[in-house]
């Protein structure tokens, strides 16, 4: 009973608070319009109906839900056994003053494998609230892998909420760049239903100034044998602060799951603040569940060896701290790489 009590809800309380204190600012000004996404490339993926039941839990919780209510939405299907060799990219480009909202539903059938890419960006400079939610349905052996980077300008508010259920031997890879926003709330929560399904998630972040991140991800282990693994690498200067929540629940009925969660954080500066919350509930005999973090500063001794090669100490750490991000950007799709490329030549001089 006590394991049931505490999955309720997973909602970190930074973005709890928020959606409460906004809720009647939300509700007036709730995004009847989205940012009319561009695909790139639609390769096999297939335009399919509504007409089914999408209720699934997410890493921002319903708030969301009955936020984007009426927000646009794009529903995505690929074939039994259809195999993309290349991602879809899907860019959203989201504009200051009204809040923009979108919806993305993506239904992988049964042994397919979906790659679909995802940025988030503006043109125009300003302010303004972004909102993306993406569901994912990976039927019996169907792999989803999902590429997202987030370059808004720091005068948008940005939420960001995906939830996915994975059947038997189903799979879902996450690669996830968080470098823009002056206010982000993410997460995201796979449902490991089936028997064998699997749950990967590589995320990097960036934040400086007094940018704010609050981030919250969550695998439920519910099928036998599941797993999940969970990387989380970020770099806070400035006076940042930063929040992420990780949460393994291996629940009754989960015999043989394991899960694994890792964040590694790099502080530059007195004036940033970091909390890292890691996670683990069990309520089933014969599970594994890992987690650990590492916080820590640049080493002295990588800086005074960079400086007796002629490299300023601000270059190199900025040289440093980029080349952990780099890490991140190095799995996501030739498309969202450049716009991450491009996004960190602008906006990380202060590093």
């Known amino acids: 009973m006590a394991n049931e009590t505490m999955t309720v809800n997973r909602l ?37 109906s509504a007409a089914q039941d999408w209720a699934m839990e997410t890493g921002m919780g319903t708030d969301v839900d009955r936020f984007l209510a009426n927000s646009p939405a794009e529903y995505l299907t690929l074939g039994e056994n259809e195999v993309m060799d290349a991602p879809a990219v899907i860019t959203y480009t989201y504009q200051p003053g009204t809040p923009a909202g979108d919806r993305l539903y993506l239904e992988a059938k049964a042994g397919s494998t979906m790659q679909v890419a995802v940025i988030l960006r503006n043109e125009i400079a300003g302010e303004g609230l972004a909102a993306l ?47 823009g926003s002056g206010k982000l709330y993410a997460g995201a929560a796979a449902d490991l239903i089936g028997k064998g399904s699997n749950f990967t998630a590589k995320i990097g972040y960036l934040g400086q100034g007094e940018q704010r991140l609050d981030m919250n991800y969550v695998a439920r282990h519910r099928g036998k044998k599941t797993t999940c693994e969970m990387d989380s690498t970020g770099v806070l200067a400035g006076k ?51 987690h650990g973090a590492t916080i820590g500063r640049l080493d002295e001794k990588m800086l005074f060896y960079l400086a007796s090669r002629g490299i ?9 701290a980029r080349a952990r991000i780099e890490a991140v950007v190095d799995l996501l799709p030739e498309a969202l790489a450049e716009e991450a490329h491009k996004f960190m030549e602008a906006h990380t001089d202060e590093l």
Not at 165 to 175: P, Q, R
Request: net charge negative; with cysteine; aromatic share 4%.
């Open 12 to 48: 970190p309380a930074l973005t709890w608070n928020w959606l409460k204190m906004n809720a009647a600012r939300l509700e007036a000004n709730a995004p009847a319009v989205g940012a009319a996404p561009s695909f790139v490339q639609t390769a096999q993926l297939a335009r399919s």
């Open 240 to 290: 940042a602060f930063k929040l992420f929540r990780g949460s393994i629940d291996l629940l009754p009925g989960g015999s043989g799951a394991k899960g694994q969660e890792q964040e590694n954080v790099l502080l530059l500066g007195d004036g940033v603040v970091n909390q890292t919350i890691p996670l683990i509930l069990c309520g089933e005999e014969d599970v594994e569940g890992n």
């Open 133 to 179: 939610q993406i569901k994912i349905k990976a039927e019996a052996g169907a792999v989803v892998k999902l590429s997202m980077v987030q370059v808004l300008d720091n005068g948008f508010t940005c939420l960001s909420d995906i939830g996915t259920t994975c059947a038997d031997g189903a799979s879902f890879e996450l690669t996830k760049l968080e470098l």
């Open 312 to 320: 300023p100490e601000e270059a190199a750490r900025s040289l440093l």
